[in-house]
Structures are given as C-alpha cells and as structure tokens.
C-alpha cells in the first residue's frame, strides 16, 4: 500500500500558475508510475500526466503538454505537478496516484484529491 496526499490546489484566475504536492508513503519498493488525474465537474477521472518512479520519463496528456509538468524532488518522497498558464477548463479535483500495473485495479492507490479552480 502506497499513501498519497496531495495538496496545493486553490483558486486562481485564468494564466496563474499552481505547483500540486503529492506526498509518497509506504510500499514504494515496487518503484510504481507515478500519475495525476484529474476529475472536472461533472465529469469522469480523465488523465494528466504520469511519470516513471525514476522521473526519466513521463507522459501528458494533450490539453497538458506544453503546460503542465510532473516532477519529483531529490528525496524521492514528494511528487509535484507544476501547471503554468491555467486555463477555466482544468478546472477539477486533481487526485495523486500511483501504480505498478495499470490504474483501475487493485495495483493502484490513490490520493484524496485537491481542489484547482481556474476563474476566467
């Protein structure tokens, strides 16, 4: 069981930039793939952006390239999310998680979710 709590999230206007904290406890022996997903209102969990446990690679999703980015610091303990010029649309609860095999089962734990709230 790995355990994440992100924080970070909070109210910002349009073109403001966020850095989300994800803190990384427990079984992470396993070196899992590190994610952000993001769930807006009304709407299902859709993907953000993912990184190996290494952080030498990583992946984003369309409407996040060029904008936003995954990273970890050197301790290895805390994954961030640095989202510059947000937009209305990333509006949404942004949960940490973490895998090693895919992130519907039971291989996958997740965070509680922090509010980002982008006004126009």
């Known amino acids: 069981q790995v355990q994440l709590v992100e924080s970070g999230g909070g109210l910002v206007q349009a073109g403001d930039s966020l850095r989300l904290s994800c803190a990384v406890s427990?079984?992470?022996?396993?070196?899992?793939?590190m994610g952000w997903f993001r769930r807006p209102p009304g709407k299902e969990r859709e993907f953000v952006a993912a990184?190996?446990?290494?952080?030498?690679?990583?992946d984003y999703a369309e409407s996040a390239k060029g904008r936003f980015t995954i990273s970890r610091d050197n301790a290895k303990d805390t994954v961030y999310l640095q989202m510059n010029n947000l937009r209305p649309e990333d509006t949404a609860v942004y949960y940490c998680?973490?895998?090693?095999?895919?992130?519907?089962?039971?291989?996958?734990?997740w965070g509680q979710g922090t509010q980002v709230t982008v006004s126009s």
């Open positions: 990184a190996s446990w290494s952080g030498t690679n990583a």
């Open positions: 998680a973490a895998s090693t095999s895919g992130w519907d089962g039971p291989n996958a734990s």
């Open positions: 427990g079984r992470t022996f396993s070196r899992p793939v």
